[in-house]
């Protein structure tokens, strides 16, 4: 190799001047019009996320929760609002007219609410057809006193029905229907009727089932007389000596809360008559309305909306249900108010009935509280008119 073509200088010794000659610097590739190679990229390290603290963590569990909350009670009010609705078009349009005005909310104002109760039940040939109002009570809000009051009309009455003469009371429903019925019994106890509930106690089966059963305090023994048998064949039901209930509390499914509810005679306590049996519905009425406000129920009420007011017609609107329903909830137990009217049996035209006394007309004072309740007078029989404050 030449001397001149070595890239370096020899140094022999001494000091030379001149730039070291170094290697030429390697043209760019790419790039428009040249230009220096750009720098290397150092890698970024990954932003470290930020974990939230416990404090940070149960609020959003409990936000999450609430909204949950939330959306289920709109879903459950939805639901319960379309089933009123339905209730509210099986209701005869010429009711409406005939209830007297709410003033006010429940929540704050008496109200008197009109319960009829049939049981036609199509499957029972005996009852197909007929439309007779085999309870009638009227239930009565006080939220001044914290109380629900509840006022039995037995069936057998002898009242005027308003254009068809002197009758039983339950017949102004086959003969006029609610709204006839409304009519009479306004004009036996002198009182307004702000709303109407008629429920029919053979659809009870399908939604106590659907409640998963109600509970029911048994006052006495039942030995019932022979009816609706459970068996299939003459033979059998011949020898079934009737439906038996046992004293004390015990749940009880559709099937056997409808049946209590129908007992009219008790072999095993002569002395109980058709108002034993009409306190025997509203004891089925009042644990479906425990029932229905249950916190379990509730939980429910998107599934089953629908369902729990099948057996309902009725001109109160859901809000006006709920408000009821709270009336009932903050009243007291002990403070509730039973009433019954009354009189003396009678049978005029080859017809048994209860013919009133004087007694209803201080019954119904104790029912708005007007008076102090007192219980039925000594000596004024098993249909005595009165009032019984808490237990029954």
């Not at 639901?79 to 704050?108: C, K, Y």
Request: hydrophobic residues 35%; proline residues 8%; glycine residues 12%.
């Amino acid at each position: 190799m030449a001397r001149q073509d070595k890239p370096y200088r020899v140094y022999r010794g001494g000091r030379t001047k001149g730039k070291v000659p170094t290697l030429p610097r390697p043209e760019r590739s790419g790039g428009r019009g040249g230009g220096r190679r750009a720098p290397a990229r150092q890698p970024v390290a990954p932003p470290r996320r930020r974990r939230l603290s416990p404090g940070r963590r149960i609020g959003l569990v409990l936000l999450l929760l609430v909204l949950a909350l939330v959306a289920w009670g709109v879903a459950s009010y939805l639901a319960f609002q379309r089933g009123v609705r339905e209730a509210n078009e099986r209701l005869d349009a010429d009711v409406p007219p005939t209830l007297s005005q709410q003033e006010g909310l429940i929540l704050s104002r008496p109200t008197i609410v009109l319960l009829l109760g049939t049981d036609h039940a199509e499957r029972i040939e005996a009852r197909r057809g007929a439309r007779r109002a085999d309870s009638i009570m009227l239930v009565r809000t006080d939220p001044r006193r914290g109380r629900m009051a509840y006022l039995s009309i037995p069936r057998d009455l002898r009242v005027d029905v308003p254009g068809h003469g002197t009758n039983k009371i339950n017949a102004a429903m086959q003969l006029g229907g609610p709204a006839l019925a409304v009519r009479t019994v306004r004009a036996v106890t002198g009182l307004p009727v702000h709303h109407v509930a008629i429920v029919d106690f053979g659809d009870f089966e399908g939604l106590i089932d659907t409640l998963g059963g109600v509970t029911i305090d048994v006052p006495r023994p039942i030995l019932s007389n022979r009816f609706d048998c459970p068996y299939a064949t003459q033979e059998r039901c011949a020898q079934w000596p009737g439906w038996r209930f046992g004293r004390g509390e015990q749940e009880m499914n559709g099937r056997r809360a409808l049946v209590y509810s129908r007992v009219r005679e008790n072999r095993l306590d002569p002395s109980e008559n058709d108002i034993s049996r009409g306190e025997r519905q509203q004891q089925v009425i009042g644990a479906i309305g425990a029932k229905l406000t249950s916190p379990t129920t509730l939980a429910r009420m998107p599934l089953i909306g629908d369902d729990v007011l099948a057996p309902l017609a009725t001109d109160l609107s859901a809000w006006q249900v709920v408000q009821l329903g709270w009336r009932r909830f903050r009243s007291a137990p002990e403070r509730t108010l039973h009433c019954r009217l009354g009189g003396t049996t009678s049978m005029i035209g080859g017809q048994s009935f209860i013919v009133g006394t004087e007694e209803n007309i201080s019954t119904i004072a104790m029912f708005t509280g007007a008076s102090a309740p007192q219980p039925p007078l000594p000596g004024s029989g098993p249909f005595g008119p009165g009032c019984i404050v808490g237990g029954r």
